[in-house]
């Protein structure tokens, strides 16, 4: 089938240009109003023979399965919202976009977008096509974008929310990194002081006919538990380590009951709800700001943009109320898992007609007390992890301490 560079206007009166593939002029100019668009000019194009010969068209590439680094999604939306602003044509300024990628497989999701765009679709349904790399989420926001003509601020918004998504991972992984190293050596400190020091001590002692005071019975004791049942400590070791994110992967039951328990952990439990209810303020913000209804904003809110099923369960029983003539804040008020600032603030943005700016407020208040909480939660927990190794190393110590000790006094 030939392929066709045509020249359309579409229903806001403005140009279009690309290539789309057709039986005839008749055929292409059918296929064209089934997109909205109007034919002026076509003409045969000579270069897609040569691509179709070579097998190297980017419409027929293999569909990209891997994972794009988050901050390759950022620099392209940075690169085309400065790209979009300044009136270059999206089509020029996704060639230039690619050009910039470090990214060889990213690299060649954009040429594919670019050609989607080329033979007639919107960028949203271009995106569409690679949803390994854009969430729904992100797809649903540019669409808005488009329909509203705010493309540019659209992808400024969502510039912002990954970069903000990217600081707070990175803000967790940085103070969670010196007392997971503590928690390493400490499991590992006491596993062998356990299973290899402990037991030769006890050894030593029995031969030597001493008497055990009770500390000494008591840590012999914890040592003997340890070494037979070590076999048994490991897989549960590794079951939680990897059966509970298989857990929630294959199972929505468990998943609900994981999060639930997320929640009710002391201390990491409100900082766990901080982190859901800033995801869910700044997503929330960025939908309906893009033009998408509310009653969708919250839809798309539950498709895995929270972070936590219980969160994401209780905003769709807010879209059941909201439905049945309830405003937002009086849904959400009913829901004990959002916090009382959040819906005075919705409530807020409902009577002044802000609801926006409101749910970005709170999105921002989130922003910097959540960074402070985990650093002074962590701030903690490391002195507590040295005392108990202090805490380990003296037990330990007195309790070799006190058999040597009477056993000298049996000798004098």
């Known amino acids: 089938m030939p392929a066709y560079l045509y020249q359309a206007i579409d229903k806001r009166g403005r140009s279009r240009n690309g290539s789309l593939s057709a039986q005839d002029e008749v055929d292409l100019q059918k296929k064209l109003k089934d997109l909205g ?13 040569g691509k179709a010969k070579s097998g190297k068209s980017p419409l027929h590439q293999l569909p990209f399965k891997g994972k794009v680094p988050r901050r390759e999604i950022i620099d392209f939306c940075t690169l085309l919202t400065f790209q979009v602003q300044a009136g270059v044509p999206l089509v020029q300024a996704l060639a230039a976009t690619a050009e910039d990628c470090k990214h060889p497989p990213f690299r060649n999701v954009i040429h594919s977008i670019q050609a989607h765009i080329e033979s007639g679709l919107e960028f949203h349904e ?32 969502l510039k912002n929310y990954l970069e903000w998504v990217d600081q707070i991972l990175a803000e967790v992984r940085q103070a969670a990194l010196y007392p997971a190293i503590l928690v390493v050596v400490v499991v590992g400190f006491t596993g062998f002081l356990f299973t290899v020091i402990i037991p030769k001590f006890a050894e030593l002692l029995d031969k030597m006919h001493v008497a055990k005071p009770l500390l000494t019975q008591v ?30 992967h294959f199972s929505p039951r468990f998943a609900l009951w994981v999060d639930r328990v997320k929640l009710r952990i002391p201390v990491f439990g409100s ?7 800033s995801r869910f303020s700044h997503n929330l913000a960025i939908l309906y700001r893009s033009g998408i209804p509310i009653v969708e904003s919250l839809k798309q809110c539950q498709n895995g943009l929270i972070g936590n099923r219980h969160v994401e369960e209780a905003i769709g029983r807010v879209i059941t109320d909201v439905k049945s003539g309830s405003t937002i804040s009086e849904a959400m008020q009913r829901q004990p898992v959002f916090s009382s600032m959040l819906v005075r603030m919705v409530s807020l943005g409902e009577t002044t007609g802000n609801l926006d700016t409101a749910l970005v407020t709170v999105s921002e208040y989130y922003n910097d007390i959540i960074p402070r909480r985990i650093k002074s939660l962590f701030g903690i927990i490391e002195p507590a992890l040295m005392l108990f190794i202090i805490g380990i190393v003296g037990t330990v110590a007195l309790s070799i301490y006190l058999p040597i000790l009477s056993l000298m006094g049996t000798i004098h």
Request: proline share 5%; net charge positive.
């Open 37 to 49: 668009l109007w034919l002026t000019e076509s003409s045969l194009d000579r270069s897609s023979e």
């Open 126 to 157: 271009a995106l569409a096509h690679f949803p390994n790399v854009f969430s729904q989420h992100f797809i649903s926001v540019t669409r808005a974008g488009v329909m509203s003509g705010k493309l540019p601020e659209t992808l400024k918004h």
């Open 219 to 248: 840590v012999l004791g914890a040592s003997q538990f340890a070494r037979a049942s070590w076999w048994l400590w490991v897989p549960v070791f590794f079951g939680v380590v990897f059966g509970l994110p298989l857990g929630r």
């Open 271 to 277: 900082i766990n709800l901080m982190l859901a209810l």
